[in-house]
């Protein structure tokens, strides 16, 4: 279960790559589907197969709002200014952090003495690896969100960085918080699904990139 926890929470990251760092709009708005939907499968144990189901039709449907603007071309062309070998190695000082802290938030307080017969779990025990991958995957996550949230190209991109952001704050939480409990679950979709509907009636109010340049 260790390295299955550690493989989705690195399928979640590099999603999350690709929506920020890809040219075309559509591989972006793949690159979110992969987030999204790998997210609530970075815990141990896995929630019940409802929220399961749940948390991947409010993904789904989170993108499927945003699809119409896609197609539409009113998303500009172009990555992250950064690039995306910037993008990767940000996320992955920042998933260093993110174990660090989730593996030191783990660890035996000093002062507590432990029995002789009772070794103290390491930075990749299975004890301490439910905690510290989707701490690493969410402050990843987090990171490579800044970009698109604090630079935006264009509502689109806004949008990605956004629900991108309320992602790697769910996996942040499970990693430091345990797991959320179903209302909470419920939350996050409703969350994500009002953002994406927000950035769509954004985007279809707002001038396209090709037509500022028309005028």
């Not at 918080?177 to 909470?184: K, Q, S, V, Y």
């Amino acid at each position: 279960m260790t390295a299955a926890l550690a493989g989705i929470a690195a399928v979640a990251v590099l999603g999350a790559v690709a929506a920020v760092s890809a040219r075309e709009a559509r591989i972006a708005l793949t690159g979110l589907v992969i987030a999204l939907v790998a997210a609530p499968f970075v815990a141990d144990p896995l929630p019940d197969v409802r929220v399961l189901a749940l948390r991947v039709v409010g993904a789904v449907l989170s993108a499927q709002l945003l699809w119409p603007a896609v197609r539409g071309g009113m998303a500009t062309e172009g990555g992250s200014e950064l690039g995306w070998r910037a993008e990767v190695a940000l996320a992955i000082g920042a998933a260093v952090c993110g174990w660090a802290i989730a593996t030191t938030l783990s660890a035996v307080p000093p002062g507590v003495d432990l029995p002789a017969d009772v070794v103290p779990p390491g930075p990749f025990d299975q004890a301490v690896v439910r905690f510290a991958a989707p701490a690493a995957a969410g402050l990843a996550i987090l990171a490579l969100a800044a970009t698109p949230v604090l630079v935006p190209k264009d509502p689109v991109r806004l949008g990605l960085g956004l629900l991108l952001l309320i992602d790697g704050v769910t996996l942040l939480q499970v990693g430091l918080g345990g797991a959320a409990e179903p209302l909470e679950q419920l939350a996050i979709v409703a969350a994500l699904v009002a953002v994406a509907a927000g950035v769509a009636a954004l985007a279809r109010i707002t001038p396209s990139g090709e037509e500022e340049q028309v005028r």
